[in-house]
């Protein structure tokens, strides 16, 4: 059973024919429990707005195993474009990210950030960040 992108409680089942003349189908259905090591709400980040304008989205990070969780930035391709604040909400255990677009010009962009982690179940997490920043209409 593959259980990645999932987490929390989950149920598959299966319908499996038999040559058995009293039970032709039978219904097995499996539950779990799936506990990721780091939860994200998204990998996606967008800002988008108004040229001249500075937009902000947070993204949350929670530790998901038993043991505290580290994080350290390791490579960020939007600086000119995009700040960034990493904070560490609950020691080890909840982080925050404030990404804040630096006002400027209509334009789009993409690039990310990446964060090395202490846990060798997920080593690196890759924020992927878009923004796009249109021209204000007059009037």
């Known amino acids: 059973m593959r259980t ?54 947070v993204l949350g990070i929670r530790a998901g195993l038993d043991k505290p969780l580290a994080l350290t930035p390791s490579e960020f391709n939007l600086e000119g474009k995009v700040t960034y604040t990493l904070e560490e909400i609950k020691k080890g255990r909840r982080f925050q990210i404030r990404f804040t677009s630096i006002p400027g010009p209509p334009q789009t962009y993409h690039g990310f950030l990446k964060l090395k982690t202490n846990y060798p179940e997920r080593p690196l997490i890759i924020i992927w960040i878009r923004g796009r920043f249109v021209k204000m209409k007059e009037g």
């Open 4 to 57: 990645k992108g999932y987490k929390g409680a989950k149920q598959w089942g299966a319908i499996v024919y038999t040559n058995d003349p009293r039970w032709k189908e039978v219904i097995l259905t499996v539950k779990a429990f799936v506990k990721v090591p780091i939860s994200l709400p998204s990998r996606y980040v967008y800002l988008y707005g108004v040229e001249n304008q500075s937009i902000t989205e």
